[in-house]
C-alpha cells in the first residue's frame, strides 16, 4: 500500500513564502511523476505543478516564476517551493503520485490528504 504524507501548510501574508514537502511512503519501486493540485473553496481542483521522470517540469499560469517544483527521487519526495504568495493561493494543497509500482503491482494515481495554504492580505 502507498500513502502520500504532505507537510507545511499554514498561514501566512501576502508576499511571504511557504515550502511544501510530501513524501510516499511503502515499498515504492518507482514512480513516474510527482505533484501538486490544490482546491479553493467552491472552486475546482486545479493542476498547480508536476515534475515527471526526466525532472520535466510543468506550472499553472497563475504561478509561473512565483512556484518552484522540485523532487528527490531517492527518499520519493516532492517540493513546492511558494514565493510571493497571494491572497488567491489560499486552497487544500494536494499532493499527487503517477504510476506508482509497488512489486507487481501499479497505482495509477495516488492522491495525499492535503495541507492547508492561507494567505491573509
Known amino acids: 500500500q502507498v500513502q502520500l504524507v504532505e507537510s507545511g501548510g499554514g498561514l501566512v501574508q501576502a508576499g511571504e513564502s511557504l515550502r511544501l514537502s510530501c513524501t510516499a511512503s511503502?515499498?515504492?519501486?518507482?514512480?513516474?511523476?510527482m505533484g501538486w493540485y490544490r482546491q479553493a473553496p467552491g472552486a475546482q481542483r486545479e493542476l498547480v505543478a508536476m515534475i515527471g521522470s526526466s525532472d520535466n517540469t510543468n506550472y499553472a499560469d497563475s504561478v509561473k516564476g512565483r512556484f518552484t517544483i522540485s523532487r528527490d527521487k531517492a527518499k520519493n519526495t516532492v517540493y513546492l517551493q511558494m514565493n510571493s504568495l497571494k491572497p488567491e493561493d489560499t486552497a487544500v494543497y494536494y499532493c499527487?503520485?503517477?504510476?506508482?509500482?509497488?512489486?507487481?503491482?501499479?497505482?495509477?494515481?495516488?492522491r495525499g490528504q492535503g495541507t492547508l495554504v492561507t494567505v491573509s492580505s
Open positions: 499527487n503520485a503517477v504510476n506508482v509500482r509497488v512489486g507487481q503491482v501499479r497505482y495509477p494515481e495516488v
Open positions: 511503502g515499498s515504492i519501486f518507482s514512480i513516474s511523476a
